[in-house]
């Protein structure tokens, strides 16, 4: 199985990027795929979540209204719209994908750096 996050860069506030995640091995329309982030010196915490089939998406607050989470089932990728980024929106934004019985894969992530 492989996750493969793509998308990141350097952007200067109130910009904007696509995250992309794609997936191979696994039978992705069968997985619940979510974003996480980790900042510098912090510890990883979950962006968005999108459930099987794109039936439900969830946000943490810190994004809600700014971030969007899609997929696509017949590419088996998984994308994170990010809108009107801020500084503390820098990270590594990984992918994971997961189902009921306990299988979780991570892809290794992809930097965003929000500066001017």
């Known amino acids: 199985v492989q996750l493969v996050e793509s998308g990141g860069g350097l952007v200067q506030p109130g910009g904007s990027l696509r995250l992309s995640c794609a997936a191979s091995?696994?039978?992705?329309?069968?997985?619940?795929m979510s974003w996480y982030r980790q900042a510098p010196g912090k510890e990883r915490r979950l962006v968005a979540t999108i459930t099987r089939a794109g039936s439900s998406t969830n946000y943490a607050d810190s994004v809600k209204g700014r971030f969007t989470i899609s997929r696509d089932d017949g590419e088996s990728t998984v994308y994170l719209q990010m809108n009107n980024l801020q500084p503390e929106d820098t990270a590594v934004y990984y992918c994971?994908?997961?189902?009921?019985?306990?299988?979780?894969?991570w892809g290794k992530g992809t930097l965003v750096t929000v500066s001017s």
């Open positions: 091995g696994l039978t992705f329309r069968l997985y619940d």
């Open positions: 994971k994908a997961f189902v009921s019985n306990g299988m979780v894969y």
